[in-house]
């Protein structure tokens, strides 16, 4: 008998995120055991509406043996035949469940900078020129991560993954109009002092379209508009190692000094490209039942009370015009128990300690959106 929680989850991501029509090709990718019953119901779903899916099995084990061992030219024909197979798509749906979020933390970073560069075309065209939703599924290395048990992290997921993602998109229209007027941002916090400008670049809301569990608003900074310095209060788990203590100075758009828990492996992934060192996204999280970090970027960037500040790519919808194969969202959280923080739009205080403080806004606070 299939848990009613997980049909409801594939019309979401079928009917909602992706609005899979007639004759629309949907690529279906996963990666481990616990996850088969969403994706033989996501296949059936896309079937029910006249859709052709396609699946493919994904192994991070796999992946990461071919990386030790892999040469420029080898990577530049997977980009050349990922990007034909996605040309063809008009949908794409992944869904991760691996059991080692570490598995690549001991390939080399100039192999994984390597590939992040190289097959950095079929994810520009995935995100822009097809409906896409990627999500995590439920399995014990997450359960793990959020200190909880496994029954305990599944009740949790489905409640944040399949919440009313139509009024989350209602609400967030104010913010979006504030954010297309605003020049002038202002965020204060411990450690934290940073001015940047997002004239004329477009917010966009996120509500379910794209990512599951969802919840954010992101444009971009001006790329040299940058000043000041950001101390993040949360971990990131990236190229497998867990970043830890990250600050920024940043100077005229650009990080002239980064430090962690690992300097040098930090500086190696900042230098992956020109634009590396340079932020294409800044967001706010307000997704009401996702409170503490998991070292899960799709979870994480939508903490309610949280903003992210990305160094690398920017989004084309929301394009500043940096250009990188890196694109990192890290986190910081502004709740009173993670040290609060404020962020000012053109020099009025519109977030406070996470709680949206001006009328428009308030609709977006935790209490508004369960």
Request: hydrophobic residues 35%.
């Amino acid at each position: 008998m299939m848990d009613t929680r997980i049909k409801k989850l594939s019309d979401l991501l079928v009917h909602y995120s992706c609005n899979v029509q007639k004759g629309e090709k949907v690529l279906v990718t996963y990666e481990g055991e616990c996850c088969k019953p969403l994706i033989r119901q996501i296949i059936k779903d896309i079937y029910a509406c006249g859709g052709l899916p396609y699946a493919e099995v994904r192994d991070s084990a796999i992946s990461r043996e071919i990386l030790l061992g892999c040469q420029e030219e080898q990577i530049e024909f997977m980009n050349e035949y990922q990007l034909a197979q996605m040309k063809g798509m008009q949908a794409y749906i992944a869904v991760s469940a691996g059991s080692n979020t570490a598995e690549m933390a001991d390939v080399p970073s100039e192999k994984l900078n390597m590939y992040s560069k190289l097959t950095r075309p079929t994810l520009d065209y995935r995100v822009n020129k097809t409906k896409w939703v990627i999500l995590r599924y439920p399995n014990s290395s997450m359960a793990q991560l959020a200190n909880t048990s496994l029954e305990s992290f599944e009740d949790f997921y489905f409640d944040v993954c399949t919440l009313d993602y139509q009024k989350m998109s209602t609400a967030m229209d104010a913010l979006v109009d504030l954010m297309n007027k605003t020049d002038k941002v202002r965020i204060k916090g411990p450690g934290t002092d940073l001015t940047f400008s997002i004239k004329d670049i477009p917010a966009v809301k996120c509500a379910g379209e794209c990512n599951i569990p969802d919840g954010e608003v992101y444009t971009a900074p001006v790329r040299e508009s940058m000043n000041g310095t950001i101390s993040y209060n949360t971990p990131s788990e990236e190229q497998g190692f867990t970043f830890e203590n990250i600050v920024f100075k940043i100077k005229d758009g650009k990080i002239v000094k980064a430090t962690a828990n690992n300097n040098d492996r930090i500086n190696q992934l900042l230098d992956t490209d020109e634009g590396s060192r340079y932020f294409g996204e800044f967001a706010l999280g307000v997704n009401p039942y996702i409170l503490q970090p998991m070292k899960d970027t799709l979870f994480d960037e939508k903490i309610a009370g949280s903003f992210h500040l990305t160094p690398g790519a920017a989004y084309e919808d929301a394009f500043n015009g940096n250009k990188s194969a890196v694109h990192w969202d890290l986190v910081m959280i502004q709740r009173p128990e993670y040290g609060g923080g404020e962020i000012y739009f053109d020099n009025v205080l519109i977030r406070k300690d996470g709680l949206f403080v001006v009328p428009e806004l308030k609709c977006l606070n935790p209490e508004e959106l369960k």
